[in-house]
């Protein structure tokens, strides 16, 4: 299976890549034969890819990755980088190749200490395979010490290093940055694209797959998550009764409780998922013992550790309250679709004995205002604002309309 496959919907961003990747390779096969390269190369040493959520933003990084640490025979015969089979391919997809180094925000932030070894390693030459590459999959998370960290390294690379941004949109970029990269738009998934998917990858129903991508809006992941997933879709209709249950204070201070204690929840099951395992690998590599005590001069790195892991589980917070007022927000759109009586297919079809009990209660200027109440929340978290406070008044701006 190709590299590409996953990338769905995407048809020229991906036609773009395969042509990178192709001069790119005729780069690395020239350079290595002493003889001179494409003369108009569409290779370049640092991308950005932007997209809304759901477009696949870090999928499509992976797949030129992975294309680009392409070894498979067939080139040699003519054919593309990128079949997906081969060492290279697969290490680089899976995140195990030596030569591909991925950053993430752990919390909110991308931290200067986060970066200081990867760009480091960007000033030298691949260990085993054809390119250096950084990914970088929350470019839009680094913060002003470590972004200018990544400037420094985008602006003088090393020949054959590769770094490629993922962002939601070009303005979460430092101007400085973006225009050093080649940008690269993508698009939201067409829903009939990613229910494809859903019934072809993971052998999902079609009816639960078309419900899936079109609760989702055609975010590929969510929508995964959502067909496959019981608790997701438990979650899922908690948050859209909450419409319904904020026609009093009582009521309103209940409805964001819940929504916190589900955000804290999700991140209770991720650390429960990893921060155990972590912790106990660190010891072993520190010359710990199970049950005993640590070495001298290791609890410096134990408390890194540890504070590594408080920022995921905020994040991991942060991001379920997100994804959580993403889906408050499709359910006001619908609303406001069924008072406009537009000629749209509702996101929340499943829902819609609520969803005109809503429009018929109010009118579309309240929706509006009910719409602008949850971007206003999404605001305030991301100005750090203690969430159940931002959900509290989110809430109380719902009922007022």
């Not at 998922?273 to 972590?278: H, P, Q, V």
């Not at 994040?315 to 889906?327: F, I, P």
């Amino acid at each position: 299976m190709p590299v590409w496959d996953d990338l769905v919907g995407q048809d020229r961003v991906q036609e773009q890549l395969r042509a990178a990747a192709r001069d790119a390779d005729a780069l690395v096969t020239a350079d290595a034969g002493g003889t001179a390269g494409p003369e108009a190369s569409k290779m370049t040493h640092a991308w950005l890819f932007t997209g809304p959520p759901g477009s696949g933003r870090t999928t499509a990084a992976r797949a030129f990755a992975a294309a680009l640490q392409c070894v498979s025979p067939d080139r040699a015969l003519g054919g593309e980088p990128g079949c997906g089979f081969c060492d290279g391919c697969h290490t680089a997809l899976v995140g195990t190749h030596a030569d591909v180094s991925t950053v993430a925000a752990v919390g909110t932030q991308i931290l200067v200490d986060d970066m200081r070894d990867t760009v480091r390693k960007s000033f030298t030459s691949p260990a085993n395979g054809r390119w250096q590459v950084i990914l970088v999959e929350d470019a839009e998370r680094l913060n002003e010490k470590s972004a200018n960290a990544v400037l420094k390294a985008v602006e003088e690379p090393a020949p054959r290093t590769v770094w490629i941004l993922c962002a939601p949109s070009i303005e979460d970029v430092l101007p400085t940055i973006r225009s050093r990269c080649r940008h690269l738009t993508l698009r939201t998934p067409p829903v009939e694209a990613v229910a494809d998917v859903l019934i072809r990858r993971d052998g999902i129903e079609p009816d639960a797959a078309y419900a899936a991508a079109r609760a989702t809006q055609g975010h590929i992941d969510h929508a995964r998550r959502l067909a496959t997933d019981e608790r997701a879709r438990t979650r899922r209709a908690t948050v859209l009764k909450l419409p319904l249950r904020v026609e009093d204070v009582g009521g309103c201070l209940k409805a964001a409780q819940e929504l916190i204690d589900a955000a804290s929840e999700d991140a209770k099951e991720v650390a429960e998922g990893t921060d155990a395992k972590e912790t106990e690998e660190l010891k072993a590599a520190l010359g710990g013992t199970p049950g005993g005590r640590m070495p001298r001069g290791t609890a410096g790195a134990m408390k890194e550790l540890e504070d590594k892991q408080k920022r995921r589980r905020t994040r991991t917070q942060r991001d379920s309250l997100d994804l959580a007022l993403g889906e408050l927000t499709s359910f006001y759109r619908d609303v406001l679709a069924l008072q406009l009586r537009a000629a749209t297919a509702l996101a929340n079809e499943d829902v819609r004995d609520a969803l005109e009990r809503v429009a018929r209660d109010s009118t579309p200027e309240r929706t509006l205002r009910r719409i602008e109440a949850v971007l206003a929340c999404r605001e305030a978290m991301d100005r750090n604002v203690a969430p159940l406070l931002a959900v509290e008044a989110m809430t109380m701006a719902l009922r007022a309309g």
